[in-house]
């Protein structure tokens, strides 16, 4: 099953509105990272949080970590028609290398 | 540079062909994944390999499935024979130690198995 699940599956909002989406996992992780993904094309690194932050920003992006909760959100601010993508979390857990995606968040910013 | 670098970017096949993927990672990463996107399973870590070797296999779906890497700059993923519920986006992607695994995606090859 997927370590992580995001929510919600998809999101449409208005440019200039923040868009949050969420993620759940299930085991320990070493880190969470979020990937974009366009339409046709490859995943890309957005952003990571270690195991022992809390919040982290980059740009217009903010990360949040809870891992009592086993949670991790991602704003993004002031949206952009060209934020328009899939978002995927992905844990990678204490016992390995390996990365689990979660199932992604389609979001869609209506110019 | 000039990223992980996959081929095909498409193959159209027919049921019972051997295909063959194809993927150079970016240079000094020692990390390889493969990985496979369907809308009904998301997206599936196939195999990975550290330094050529491969680590972690479970996520090969059955013995027609196989992968290599010969060298540090080539890997390929084949399926022999290959089917139609084989049909998906395969990427490749490619990471360095002590990037604490933030990894580094191709563009895919989209398989279509008639």
């Known amino acids: 099953s997927q370590q992580g699940e995001e929510d919600p599956q998809a999101l449409s909002i208005q440019e200039g509105e923040n868009a949050t989406m969420n993620c759940s996992y299930k085991?320990?992780?070493?880190?969470l990272q979020w990937y974009r993904q366009n339409s046709g094309r490859g995943l890309v690194h957005l952003i990571l949080?270690?195991?022992?932050?809390r919040e982290k920003h980059s740009g217009r992006l903010r990360v949040t970590l809870d891992t009592s909760k086993k949670s991790s959100s991602l704003l993004i601010t002031a949206s952009r028609a060209a934020d328009t993508a899939s978002y995927f979390c992905?844990?990678?857990?204490?016992?390995?290398?390996?990365?689990?995606f979660g199932e992604g968040t389609q979001l869609t910013v209506n110019p | 540079d000039a990223g992980v670098i996959q081929s095909p970017r498409h193959e159209v096949t027919e049921m019972g062909q051997e295909v063959t993927l194809r993927c150079k990672p970016i240079?000094?990463?020692?990390?390889l994944f493969w990985y496979r996107q369907t809308m009904m399973r998301g997206l599936e870590l196939l195999i990975y390999?550290?330094?050529?070797?491969?680590?972690?296999d479970s996520g090969m779906p059955e013995d027609r499935f196989s992968a290599k890497m010969p060298n540090a700059s080539f890997s390929t993923l084949k399926i022999q024979p290959s089917e139609p519920r084989d049909s998906a986006v395969y990427f490749c992607?490619?990471?360095?130690?002590?990037?604490?695994?933030?990894?580094?995606f191709g563009p895919g090859t989209r398989l279509t198995v008639l």
């Open positions: 240079s000094g990463h020692d990390y």
């Open positions: 949080i270690r195991s022992n932050e």
């Open positions: 390999f550290n330094n050529n070797v491969p680590i972690d």
């Open positions: 992905a844990t990678e857990e204490t016992s390995g290398s390996r990365l689990t």
């Open positions: 992607a490619s990471s360095m130690t002590g990037s604490y695994n933030e990894q580094f």
């Open positions: 085991t320990s992780i070493n880190n």
